[in-house]
């Protein structure tokens, strides 16, 4: 069992990276965010999980043990694959679906790509009771929250321009987007936000 890479950067790709270690280049499928996260040429280390099928063997890259977790988690629930595990992690952070899950939020969770309202439905019901260590604790409220929330915006905003120039886009095609990503929803996640730069950015 491959549990993790450290090594250098070789390559990165939309939806994998490959990492050299020892000599050898492991590719791993991994989120928009996790790839963002990479430079090539630099050393990193990745959390990895590998999924053995018939048709061959798969490994699956993340950036921290919660968003492992997390997918392992997922893949718990009946019918739901590696692959759509992924997906929910690619349009969420740990922290926001679990929030979903834990509020019934199926219409949220249908935003995954491949997930239908029978599958959101499956998903709220199988997970509500076993995700409360991924639920992030609540702020504080008044004032104190709005200026959290203000430099929130800016540093994600700030993640995910890295994360587009780390995927191999030029800062000044990949800002623009960005903030006006930005600008008309102050309060969407990072991940959620980088979905949609890339969505842009890759029709241009």
């Known amino acids: ?14 939806d994998h990276g490959v990492i050299e270690c020892s000599g050898v ?9 996790t790839l963002g996260r990479l430079t090539r040429g630099e050393q990193c280390r990745v959390m990895t999980s590998m999924v053995v099928k018939d048709d061959g063997v798969t490994l699956y890259g993340f950036g921290d043990t919660e968003a492992r977790e997390m997918f392992h988690k997922l893949q718990s629930v009946s019918g739901l694959g590696p692959k ?12 926001e679906l679990s929030l979903r899950i834990a509020s019934s939020d199926t219409k949220a969770i249908q935003s995954i790509p491949g997930v239908g309202k029978k599958m959101a439905e ?5 997970l509500k009771d076993k995700v409360e260590a991924f639920i992030p604790a609540r702020g504080e409220s008044g004032p104190a929250k709005a200026a959290a929330s203000s430099a929130g915006t800016s540093l994600a905003s700030e993640q995910v321009v ?7 886009f030029q800062e000044r095609s990949a800002r623009p987007v960005v903030e ?22 890759g029709k241009k």
């Open 25 to 33: 280049g492991y590719r791993f499928l991994a989120t928009p965010q």
């Open 162 to 168: 890295e994360a587009l120039v780390g995927l191999g």
């Open 1 to 14: 069992m491959i549990d993790s890479l450290h090594g250098e950067v070789l390559s990165i790709g939309l």
């Open 84 to 95: 759509l595990a992924l997906a929910a992690l690619s349009v969420f952070d740990p922290g």
């Open 122 to 126: 499956r998903i709220a019901l199988e």
């Open 180 to 201: 006006a990503l930005v600008e008309a929803e102050p309060e969407e996640s990072a991940s959620v936000l980088l979905r949609r730069a890339l969505s842009q950015l």
